[in-house]
């Protein structure tokens, strides 16, 4: 048996040998990532997500990584209205796989940490080891009143995900009966058996965008991932990031690995995936939706000039839901991607329109591409 350092570290490499790390994201979600009226847009539902999950797991793909989301957009759509919940989904994934990391993506206001941390060992036991925590601290205003849940402000938010997560890491640790003593959380007599797989824990994650969000991730999580509207649009801002929030985490004592997020549309001519991407993409955004989502962020007509505003939507549909879009033939996108690896970005999450009408391709033809660029392992037989 590895000492619990050695199987950490075949955890965080998702026991696998691959540079650049290829995760499937938004997938128990309606629509994914594309706020799109297209027919073929994504179901969510169980019998496709299972699918997706065996045919991602075969073909290699390195993880899944699912949103926690409470309540859709609305719109034609009613965009992410339909939505698994994350842990639930990923524990019936790892029943169903055997190599693929499966993430549950937690809102730490919503959940009492001794059940989550209960949840996360049941799931990572069910996986052996491949199960991964996305600690999310709660933006979404209406989602929280849903749940008469009143949102606390953006730093005391953190303040909380921080002891919410030093309950959980103890709860995975601890090998007697404790007492928790905290800000906001006073627990009293705990006791947590069975502890994580093989002696070590989920891979943690957190995706904040703000500098309190970040400075948490850095404190905390064994992976960052970086969107913001930098990443969004050019690679090249992306990847000035990587070896900035590297080099911060050095200065802590922590050693991060560094993630991103992306859309791919991805078809034998460039032509075909440029069409393609405009038709689902922009030609037939669900352009409620998008308008629904600028709200919530306080972009509206009266808040914004028309020509902002105007410029707001685009870039909402076009790149902020899905990401940096990897749009073209097997070769650009094949090519994009092993840039971002010999950067130094860890791995990426994509979504599809349709996760199980694209993967395929994808995999046939961007996999071996990478594996060529020497990024990426061959792929399993
Ligand atoms: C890859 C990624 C995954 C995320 N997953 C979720 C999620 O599932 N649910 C959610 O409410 N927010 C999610 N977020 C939002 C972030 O956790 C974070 O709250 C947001 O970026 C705002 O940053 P801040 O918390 O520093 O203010 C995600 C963001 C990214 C980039």
Redesign the pocket.
């Known amino acids: 048996m590895l000492a619990p350092a050695a199987l950490m570290r075949d955890r965080l490499a998702m026991y696998n040998a691959n540079g650049l790390h290829l995760g499937v ?2 997938a128990n979600c309606s629509s994914g990532r594309s706020a799109t009226t297209v027919p073929e847009r994504w179901s969510a539902s169980w019998r496709d997500c299972l699918q997706l999950g065996r045919m991602a797991d075969e073909a290699g793909i390195d993880f899944m ?5 409470w309540k859709g957009y609305g719109g034609d759509t009613d965009f992410h209205g339909a939505t698994l919940e ?1 842990v639930t989904w990923a524990t019936g994934l790892l029943a169903a796989t055997t190599r693929i990391t499966v993430f549950g ?1 937690v ?1 730490a206001p919503l959940f009492h940490p001794l059940i989550a941390a209960k949840e996360f060992v049941t799931a990572d036991h069910v996986g052996a080891g491949r199960f991964g925590l ?7 205003e209406g ?1 929280f009143e849903m749940f008469g849940v009143g949102q606390r402000d ?1 730093e005391t ?2 303040a909380f995900a921080q002891e919410w997560l030093d309950a959980v890491k103890r709860a995975w640790s601890e090998p007697d009966t404790f007492d928790f003593d905290g800000q906001f959380l006073k627990l009293k007599g705990v006791r947590a058996f069975p502890k994580p797989h093989g002696g070590t824990r989920p891979i943690i ?10 400075a ?1 991730a850095l404190r905390n999580c064994d992976a960052f ?4 509207s930098a990443s969004r649009t050019s690679l090249e801002a992306g990847l000035k990031q990587v070896e900035e929030i590297k080099s911060e985490a050095r200065a802590l004592g922590r050693e991060i690995e560094v ?3 992306g859309q791919v549309i991805c078809r034998p001519s460039q032509k075909e995936a440029e069409d393609y991407y405009r038709h689902a993409v922009i030609d037939n955004a669900d352009w409620g939706a998008v308008e629904r989502m600028l709200a919530l962020r306080n972009i509206t007509p009266q808040t914004v000039s028309p020509e902002e505003y105007a410029a707001k939507r685009q870039y909402f549909a076009a790149n902020a839901i899905g ?1 940096y879009p990897f749009v073209g033939s097997p070769d650009k996108v094949a090519d994009e991607l092993a840039n971002l690896a010999r950067s130094g970005l860890r791995g990426i ?1 994509v979504s599809f329109v349709n996760y199980l009408l694209e993967l395929p391709y994808f995999c046939d033809e961007v996999l071996q591409r990478l594996a060529r660029h020497g990024v990426r392992a061959p792929r399993p037989r």
Do not use: C, D, K
Request: hydrophobic share 35%; net charge positive; glycine share 14%.
């Open positions: 994201f938004g990584l699912p949103i926690g989301r994350t993506t809102h996305n600690l999310v601290a709660g933006w979404n989602e953006h938010r953190y994650m957190n995706a904040g965008s703000t500098p309190t969000g970040r948490f991932f970086t969107a913001n993630y991103t997020i990401g999450a």
